[in-house]
T-cell receptor
Framework: DGGITQSPKYLFRKEGQNVTLSCEQNLNHDAMYWYRQDPGQGLRLIYY???????QKGDIAEGYSVSREKKESFPLTVTSAQKNPTAFYLC????????????FGQGTRLTVV | AQKITQTQPGMFVQEKEAVTLDCTYD???????LFWYKQPSSGEMIFLIY??????QNATEGRYSLNFQKARKSANLVISASQLGDSAMYFC???????????FGAGTRLFVKA
């Protein structure tokens, strides 16, 4: 089955630690995205990538980092510099173009303890 | 700058009735696409319907239709014959020329009553 896989589904992090969220897709999409969702709110763009070895900051990139070494993979690292990391994180991919919908993973719920 | 506005935080609808979820957008780009997504309590995002800025007719997908009024910059989602399974968050979204970014509205939570 083609799709996007995020892991883990739930993640707990101690304050001051970095943590990496995994996102893998087998849809052969060039574009991949990371969004953050806070309770009762919409999605805010953290980073996006149009092609391997290239990525761009979104609206709330501070405290986050990404890499795109393979077309299929777009991991997100939440660093200790992110002051309020507890949130629901969604990874998505799409064909590049304004008419193409995004396909989403199941999400990772990150909690700082 | 591009912006999506959804002004209804929550909506109630009786089962089997139709409901309209509002969405207005702002962009100076002449070429753009508008999308609606559904997010059930499980958290996944499900694509529902798409409308292109140059499309002459309103998009339809089964029980979903998009009421596109370009001059008013609105793209309202109409769900006909609501079902209990339609209870979820609904997000309006937009992409524009280049198609690299998708921005989302704050969402509307729909409650379908039996």
């Amino acid at each position: 089955d083609g799709g996007i896989t995020q892991s883990p589904k739930y993640l707990f992090r101690k304050e001051g630690q970095n943590v990496t969220l995994s996102c893998e897709q087998n849809l052969n999409h060039d574009a991949m995205y990371w969004y953050r969702q806070d309770p009762g709110q919409g999605l805010r763009l953290i980073y996006y990538s149009q092609i391997v070895n290239d990525f761009q900051k979104g609206d709330i990139a501070e405290g986050y980092s990404v890499s795109r070494e393979k077309k299929e993979s777009f991991p997100l690292t939440v660093t200790s510099a992110q002051k309020n990391p507890t949130a629901f994180y969604l990874c998505a991919s799409s064909i590049v173009g304004e008419s193409t919908e995004a396909f989403f993973g199941q999400g990772t719920r990150l909690t700082v303890v | 700058a591009q912006k999506i506005t959804q002004t209804q935080p929550g909506m109630f609808v009786q089962e089997k009735e139709a409901v309209t979820l509002d969405c207005t957008y702002d962009t100076s780009d002449p070429s753009y696409g508008l999308f609606w997504y559904k997010q059930p309590s499980s958290g996944e995002m499900i694509f529902l319907i798409y409308q292109g800025s140059y499309d002459q007719q309103n998009a339809t997908e089964g029980r979903y239709s998009l009421n596109f009024q370009k001059a008013r910059k609105s793209a309202n989602l109409v769900i006909s014959a609501s079902q209990l399974g339609d209870s979820a968050m609904y997000f309006c979204a937009m992409k524009w020329t280049g198609g690299f970014k998708t921005i989302f509205g704050a969402g509307t939570r729909l409650f379908v009553k039996a």
